[in-house]
Each structure stands twice: as C-alpha cells, then as structure tokens.
C-alpha cells in the first residue's frame, strides 16, 4: 500500500493521559499536514511540515499539542493530559510538493479516532 | 480570513437521479483551487473533483461535475445517476496555492434504493 498511513486508527485513553499518533506519508512527499474532525464538523487544520521543518500552528494547537517529523518522514502528534475536548478525528495528509500543477494534491490517511473518557 | 459554508447539512436523492450540494466560499484572493471531498462512513477522505479559480471551464469527473460561478463565490456539486456507493458526506473546501485546505461543515448525502 503506498498511501498514507496512521496508527493506531483508534485510541480510548482515561482525561490525563498522554497520548501519541503517527503518520507515515507517501514516500518522497515533503509536505506533511494534520487535521482535527469533531463529529459532524469539517476537518480544521492543526499544522503542518515542510520536510522536517513546522512551518504553522493553527491556534487550535495548544501547549498540550506537540507534533515533529524527525528527518522529513513520518510525523507524531502527541497530546498530552488530554481532556474529553480532545475527543475526535486526527487525519494526516501528505503533498508531493515541487512545480507541476498537480504538486500541491493533499493526499488523507484513513485517521485516529481518539476517545478520552 | 477564508470561509466555505455548506448551508445544507443533510440531503437524499433517488438513486439513479440527479443531486446538487451547494457551497459557497468567501476569499479576496483571486488565485485558488476549490474541491469538494467525499468522506465514506469509513472515513477516509477522498477527492471527487477539483477546481482552479483561473479556468473558466467547469470542471467534470465522469457523474460529478461542479458549476463554479467565480464572481458569486459559488461553488455546487452535480451528482449525476445517483448510486448507492455516493452515500456519504461531501465536503467543500477551499485552498490558496500551496497552503492548509479550508473546509465546509459538510453535507451527508443519503441515496434511496
């Protein structure tokens, strides 16, 4: 499979926990971006990469949302003492990136469903 | 700042028939692209059809195909010869150039057999 990947795609964690997310983007694609969806919402952006650099945070990303794509490949969110607010959807994207019209396509991983009791 | 409304959250078609789900965006750039994505219950999000603000001609995918009205920053999806398989939420969204896409609220599309 050479679409993007996200594991786990579910987590049930207890208010407080830390939590971390991964996603493994199509090989070679230098952006890499994270949504939040809450149920019956549109996904919101959260923030995004340029290789291994994290070029904007949505204020949605508070103080308890860290993310990083070490070396330029996969990505981690992490959230931590989550909060039932932090309930929802976490999609990933990935974009080729370079000059060609069709370079800035976001491709979407399937998403973590979280779900903090 | 960019916004896309989706002023119709839920809507059924008769399968075999003809749906439109509309959208509207509101932007002061003149450069953009417009999509509309499709969301199965399985969730996985996927393109349906995409539109570049500088082409005049509507954009068509096989049954789907939008009416792009620049000046009245509308953007609606045509679904032709409904199938079961449409079911799902549509959703409209907006990007400028190579930045974070902008999303509608949604519109969950129900097709009766």
């Known amino acids: 499979d050479t679409g993007v990947s996200q594991d786990p795609r579910h987590k049930i964690t207890k208010r407080g926990q830390n939590v971390t997310f991964r996603c493994d983007p199509i090989?070679?694609?230098?952006?890499l971006y994270w949504y939040r969806q809450t149920l019956g919402q549109g996904p919101e952006f959260l923030t995004y990469?340029?290789?291994?650099?994290?070029?904007?945070k949505s204020r949605l990303l508070s103080d308890r949302f860290s993310a990083e794509r070490p070396k330029g490949s996969f990505s981690t969110l992490e959230i931590q003492r989550t909060e039932q607010g932090d309930s929802a959807m976490y999609l990933c994207?990935?974009?080729?990136?370079?000059?060609?019209?069709?370079?800035?396509?976001?491709?979407f991983g399937p998403g973590t469903r979280l779900t903090v009791t | 700042a960019q916004t896309v409304t989706q002023s119709q959250p839920e809507m059924s078609v008769q399968e075999a028939e003809t749906v439109t789900l509309s959208c509207t965006y509101d932007t002061s750039e003149s450069d953009y692209y417009l999509f509309w994505y499709k969301q199965p219950p399985s969730r996985q999000m996927i393109l349906v059809i995409r539109?570049?603000?500088?082409?005049?001609q509507n954009a068509t995918e096989n049954r789907f195909s939008v009416n792009f009205q620049k000046a009245a920053k509308s953007f609606s999806l045509k679904i032709s010869d409904s199938q079961l398989g449409d079911a799902a939420m549509y959703f409209c969204a907006y990007r400028r150039g190579d930045d974070k896409i902008i999303f509608g609220k949604g519109t969950r599309l129900h097709i009766l057999p």
């Open positions: 990469f340029q290789n291994e650099a994290q070029l904007e």
């Open positions: 994207a990935s974009v080729p990136g370079g000059p060609r019209e069709n370079a800035y396509e976001q491709y």
């Open positions: 090989s070679e694609h230098n952006r």
């Open positions: 539109q570049e603000a500088y082409k005049q």
